[in-house]
Each structure stands twice: as structure tokens, then as C-alpha cells.
């Protein structure tokens, strides 16, 4: 009995010292990303649309705040977000990424194969395209929900629920089209006394 | 004292004294000597105070033996147990250890003068309670009688329900100072020979000083010592053991306890009640499924809560994290430290409430409950999500009393694991209790054998409580046995 006790208690200490708390996370200690914007122009400039629930002050609301930062690389603009960030991010409720100003296709590769590589980022993610920068996109829009993220995410819905159709433009799908070597087209956004609003409907060429 | 061998010598001034002396420091132990008739043979007679009832001794010996005539000259032992004592139960012996065991059980000594042998007299009138309800198991229909510390009294209330020559009663003594009375009981063509023999090998392995309860025995023979399931069940109503009885089960009544043990106890039987029977079948359907889900709500709720809002976020609808994200902010302590104080917390309450007098319950209820958890949510020590999660378990478990020590651990076990290691940890843990209960034996009927029968015959009494008229056969480990129950 005492020999079964002791192995036990060994696979146990063993489990626990290789992988315990690896993924811990506070669910009031994170900002939650609802929107990701992407812009080029000589640089990459990611915004990031965050919602939080509060944090060590008692907050009364949820509230959304946009952070950004230009760099070389997604992964360079991606740090110096990081670093302007009060504390930790989660990216599990993403629901949408803008590809704004500046992203053609070979941009559009790097931006898809970057959300691709990050593992918290859920590939039914849709994208969308914008005429306007991302960031202005993200930072001047009034949101009508908690944050532009779900507002768009709304749009979205609303859009395909009337039509009947998708717009296929999730992030694992326009990967996919990618790889084939496929024409991509996603659904437009378009700031309207600032709201943004939807353009095209599902399965129609943005 | 346990210890005095030897038999009566025949002496009367000389064994007298002898009892005398062995219980010279009990102030209960009364002794009285008395003539036989109008002969000049004397008796003593001997007996506890309280043990025995003094108007029985007063009517079935003393008033015998001064009422006795025309009594022949060679007067013995057997001729006062024939035509003198009006008692119903007598027996003789020589054994000074034998009279001392008798005494101590409440019967009353008759030594009589010139003779080797003694009468004891059955005189037990020890005071019990009454056949109340058993405050544990409650129903809302059905009978109310439940069974109290008298063993005899609960033999009888079993016998009244099961009036068969079939049933049979063993008895035993268990205990080398308490010697408490433990009786088996079975229907003898119903029983399966192997588990009898079993039960008995166990009981007569016990080597302890004294039984109290009948716990004591249920630690001594249980399957699986260190699990945290039962594997012995047990009942303080006469109408559950003679429902087991029925099926082939063991029944074993121990003097000085409400408690009755039944055997061999299968891991369906946690979620059985009696009211499942005595209401409409669906309705004790829906019960019983109930309370399977009631025990995994009450293992699952807060281990799960503390994997999905610590590890595994995404599995959130968005409303709902940002409630709880919300709800949670301003709390200083982690998801896990919290819910394993609340367990704990809650765990404090039940205890207190139990060890608290009745009449203070309502006041504990509302302090406890509601002013210390109120307060607390207010003023950010805990948050409200962990307390509904934890409250919920709570009140889940109370749905499967047979299985609060087994929900009790596991709720801990899993919320730690869930904690360090999120959802992989929970399944882990909760894998490992799978493998365990699986392996449990219960006098070597295998604990979860119902439940791995995937025959809808055999599953009339498990996950559902099926209409009487479907329910033809007994348990399947009544194999051997007459398996139909209109036999």
C-alpha cells in the first residue's frame, strides 16, 4: 500500500512540475482582444481593440480601449503593443481582423500565416478589408455594442441571417483559399458618420 | 473480569459471595436471596438495575419462587424451570462466564442452593426510544418507522415486514469487553451461500476491545478500506433492509445502534431511494436520474469552473466571461485558493449546523449563509460566480447523502488538479476515480456490475425505476439463486 501511495504521489509531482500553471490565467487580470487591425506602410501597424472587465480598481463596466504600435514586422509591432499593455492579453474572443490601408496580397499572406501561427487565435475568426486605415477604423468608430469587434461580428450576421449565405470569410477559410492559390475577397467595412457599416452582401465579390 | 473461568461448585454461601465480590464496585448490581416456597432452600437472585426491568424480575421470579407450593423435597435446578418461574425465556449453566455475560446483558441470575446449575431468567427492560422517523432518511410517502438501538426491536420490525420462515437470524458476539450482540439475517434461498460465508469469516475476524456502531464493523469487513466509497451500505429503516433482504442481500443489525448494514452494496444503490418505489414510476424516474446528474453537478461544478475561467477562457460564451471577468475584479485571491475556501467554508457550516442545536439551525442558516456570504461578495473577498459555483455543488451533494464522503474528496481533489493543470487535470483525476470504482469489489460482487451490463433488462432498476411489472428478476448477482421475484 505505502509503495502504491508513493508512486502515486511521484507521477503526481511529476505531472505537476512539468506542465502545472503553465497556462494559468486570471480571467479579471486580462485584457480581451474583440478586434485586431492591420495596416502597411513602410512598416506593419497592428491595433488592437481590447475589452476589459476591470482589473485592481473595482470597475463598474466592462470598457473597450484600442492600443497600437507600427514596427518592421507583425511580430516587432506585436512586441511594442505588448509592452504599452497594462496587463496580460487573451486573443480567445477575437472575433474579427481588419486588413486596412496598405494590405495587398503579399501583406495579406504575412497578416494570415501570423494569426495562423499564434495558437490562442481561433481560426473561425473573420476578416474583413477597409479602404480607410485599420486604425482609424477601430479608434474612430462609435461602438454601438460594447466595442466596434462585436459590432462588426453583428453586422456580419445580420448580413449573412437576411441573405441566406455566407460570406466565407473566416480566417481558416481565406487561409485555405491562399494556399490554393485562389482569388480572396472579403466583406468591405466603411466608416459612416462614425459607425461603421457593412458593404456587399454574403457570397457577393467585396 | 472477562477473563473468570470455571463452573458453579455447588456452594451456595461460597458462590454467592463470589458474584458478590466480582462486582463489588458496581452500585447498579443488586442481589437478594429468597426462600424457595415455604421449603427452607434458598436463591439468590442477581441483576443490573436499569438492565433488567424490576417489575419482570419482581413477577417472573421473585413472586414465583414466594408463591410456589406443595414443592417436592428434592427440589433442582429443573423442576423450578419447568413448574416454578413464569418467565418465557430460561436457560441453565454452569459456566461462570456464561451467568457474568448474561447478567451484564440484562437478564436476571437465579442461583439456587445445593445446585451446580443456575437459571438465568431473560428480564432485559433497558429503556429505548420509539419507533420514530429516522431523522437521515425522510420520505414524503411511504412508511415512517424507523429502527432505534434496541436489536431485538429491530429484528422484530424487520420480521414484521418479511413474515417468512425463510428469513433466518444469526447471532454473534463481537467485541472481547462490549461483547455486543450482532445478528445476521438473510432469507436462506435467497442468499448466495459464498457472500454468507464471506461476511462471516470477516466478522469473526474482528479483534477489537469493543463495537460501539456499527461503523466499527463496517471498517472491519468493507471492500476496498481506503476508498472513499462505500462499499457496505447502510439504513436506519426497516422497510430498505427487508426491500435488500428480498433481493439476496445480507442484513446485519448490531445492539446499540439505529444503524443497520446491508451486503453486498453496489455503487447503483448510492443513487436508490426508497421513495423511488413507494411514488409513481416516473416520477421516481426522473428522481433517481436526478441524482446521478446532482453527484456529477456537485464533483464537476467547481473543478470546472476553475479550468474554464483560469485555463481555458475560450470556452466562455463572451456575455459570460465578461460577467464573470466583471464580477471578478477587485478580488485578491486566485479562482482556486477561493473556491477551495469556500469548499471548505461550506464543509465548517455543515458541520456546525449539525453539531448546533436545533433551535439555533435558522440562526446559523442566516449568518452563515447568508450574512457572511452577502458580506462577502460585497466587500470583494469573494467573488459571486465561485460562490454560485460552489453553493450549487453544495446543494448538489446534499441530493446523494449516501455518497457525501465520496463527493466531499473528490470535490477538492478535482478543484486542486483543475486548478494546476486546467481541464487535463480534472479528466485525469476524474479518469483515475473511474479506474478505482471500476476495480471496487463488494463481497465479491463487482461494484459497478450493473452498470456495465449494457442488457436493458438488467438496467430496469438502475439509471431508471422501471413499472413493478417489468421488474421480474432480482440483482444480477444473484446468480445462483431463485432470480424471479414472484418466487
Not at chain 1, 166 to 177: C, I, R, V
Not at chain 2, 40 to 46: F, L, P, R, S
Not at chain 2, 239 to 265: H, K, M, N, S, Y
Not at chain 2, 406 to 414: G, H, K, Q, S
Amino acid at each position: 500500500m505505502i509503495r502504491k501511495i508513493i508512486s502515486l504521489i511521484s507521477i503526481f509531482a511529476l505531472l505537476f512540475s512539468l506542465c502545472a500553471c503553465a497556462g494559468y490565467r486570471e480571467i479579471d487580470s486580462l485584457f480581451f482582444v474583440s478586434a485586431i487591425g492591420f495596416d502597411y506602410n513602410d512598416g506593419y501597424k497592428i491595433s488592437l481593440e481590447t475589452v476589459s472587465a476591470g482589473g485592481n480598481e473595482i470597475e463598474t463596466e466592462p470598457f473597450s480601449k484600442t492600443y497600437y504600435a507600427k514596427g518592421d514586422t507583425l511580430k516587432d509591432a506585436m512586441q511594442k503593443i505588448y509592452k504599452k499593455l497594462p496587463k496580460g492579453i487573451s486573443f480567445d474572443h477575437t472575433v474579427c481582423a481588419v486588413m486596412g490601408k496598405g494590405i495587398k496580397k503579399r501583406q495579406l499572406k504575412r497578416v494570415i500565416s501570423f494569426l495562423l501561427y499564434n495558437k490562442e487565435i481561433n481560426i473561425s475568426l473573420s476578416l474583413f478589408c477597409s479602404d480607410i486605415s485599420a486604425n482609424t477604423l477601430l479608434l474612430n468608430a462609435k461602438p454601438v455594442s460594447l466595442c466596434v469587434g462585436y459590432d462588426i461580428l453583428g453586422l456580419k450576421n445580420e448580413n449573412e441571417k437576411r441573405n441566406g449565405a455566407s460570406f466565407n470569410n473566416t480566417l481558416f477559410e481565406t487561409s485555405d483559399k491562399i494556399k490554393e492559390e485562389k482569388s480572396v475577397s472579403l466583406p468591405k467595412l466603411k466608416l459612416k458618420e462614425d459607425t461603421v457599416v457593412l458593404e456587399g452582401k454574403a457570397n457577393d465579390k467585396a | 473480569m472477562n477473563d473468570i473461568k470455571g463452573s458453579l461448585t455447588g456452594d451456595f454461601d461460597y458462590d454467592f459471595s463470589l458474584f458478590c465480590d466480582i462486582f463489588k464496585n458496581d452500585a447498579m448490581f443488586r442481589k437478594r436471596t429468597v426462600n424457595i416456597g415455604n421449603t427452607k432452600k434458598k436463591a439468590a437472585i442477581m441483576f443490573f438495575d436499569g438492565m433488567a426491568e424490576t417489575k419482570t424480575v419482581d413477577d417472573s421470579v421473585i413472586r414465583s419462587f414466594r408463591e410456589a407450593k406443595d414443592l417436592p423435597d428434592d427440589l433442582n435446578c429443573e423442576y423450578i424451570c419447568r413448574n416454578i418461574l413464569y418467565a418465557s425465556e430460561i436457560s441453565t449453566t454452569e459456566n461462570i462466564a456464561d451467568v457474568i455475560g448474561a447478567i451484564m446483558n440484562g437478564d436476571t441470575f437465579v442461583l439456587i442452593e445445593n445446585s451446580k446449575t443456575a437459571v438465568t431468567v431473560d428480564t432485559k427492560g433497558f429503556r429505548t426510544r420509539g419507533v420514530d422517523e429516522p431523522n437521515n432518511e425522510r420520505v414524503l410517502s411511504g412508511p415512517k418507522e424507523g429502527f432505534n438501538e434496541s436489536a431485538v426491536l429491530n429484528l422484530a420490525l424487520i420480521r414484521r415486514k418479511l413474515q417468512t420462515p425463510d428469513l433466518a437470524v444469526e447471532s454473534l458476539k463481537i467485541g472481547k469487553r462490549s461483547k455486543t450482540s450482532v445478528f445476521i439475517c438473510y432469507l436462506s434461498s435467497l442468499c448466495p451461500e459464498k457472500i454468507l460465508s464471506t461476511l462471516k469469516d470477516r466478522l469473526n475476524k474482528i479483534d477489537i476491545d469493543g463495537i460501539l456502531d456499527s461503523n466499527y464493523i463496517t471498517e472491519h469487513i468493507k471492500d476496498g478500506k481506503f476508498s472513499v466509497f462505500k462499499t457496505v451500505g447502510s439504513t436506519e429503516r426497516p422497510d430498505i433492509a427487508a426491500a435488500r433482504l428480498l433481493e439476496g442481500r445480507i442484513a446485519v443489525v448490531v445492539d446499540g445502534t439505529p444503524v443497520c448494514l446491508t451486503l453486498p452494496f453496489l455503487f447503483c444503490e448510492n443513487f436508490q431511494s426508497d421513495e423511488d418505489y413507494y411514488v409513481n414510476f416516473l416520477l421516481g424516474s426522473a428522481k433517481r436520474f436526478l441524482r446521478y446528474f446532482c453527484f456529477f453537478l456537485s464533483i464537476a461544478v467547481p473543478a470546472v469552473f476553475v479550468a474554464v475561467t483560469t485555463y481555458h477562457i475560450e470556452l466562455l460564451p463572451t456575455s459570460f466571461m465578461l460577467t464573470v471577468a466583471k464580477l471578478r475584479s477587485g478580488v485578491p485571491f486566485s479562482s482556486l485558493f477561493e473556491c477551495i475556501s469556500l469548499i471548505i467554508i461550506f464543509e465548517i457550516l455543515k458541520e456546525t449546523a449539525l453539531r448546533t442545536p436545533q433551535s439555533l439551525n435558522t440562526a446559523l442558516g442566516i449568518v452563515g449563509g447568508l450574512i457572511i456570504g452577502q458580506a462577502a461578495v460585497s466587500a470583494r473577498i469573494i467573488s459571486a460566480p465561485t460562490l454560485i459555483a460552489v453553493a450549487l455543488s453544495g446543494v448538489a451533494g446534499l441530493a446523494v447523502p449516501r455518497l457525501n464522503t465520496a463527493i466531499v474528496f473528490l470535490r477538492i481533489v478535482l478543484v486542486i488538479a483543475s486548478g494546476l493543470l486546467g481541464l487535463y487535470g480534472f479528466f485525469c483525476v476524474l479518469f483515475f476515480y473511474f479506474v478505482r470504482v471500476f476495480g471496487l469489489s463488494s463481497f465479491g460482487v463487482d461494484y459497478t456490475s450493473s452498470l456495465k451490463n449494457p442488457d436493458f433488462q438488467k438496467q430496469k432498476d438502475i439509471l431508471i425505476r422501471a413499472p413493478w411489472d417489468f421488474m421480474k428478476t432480482r440483482p444480477t448477482f444473484n446468480f445462483n439463486k431463485i432470480r424471479s421475484r414472484k418466487k
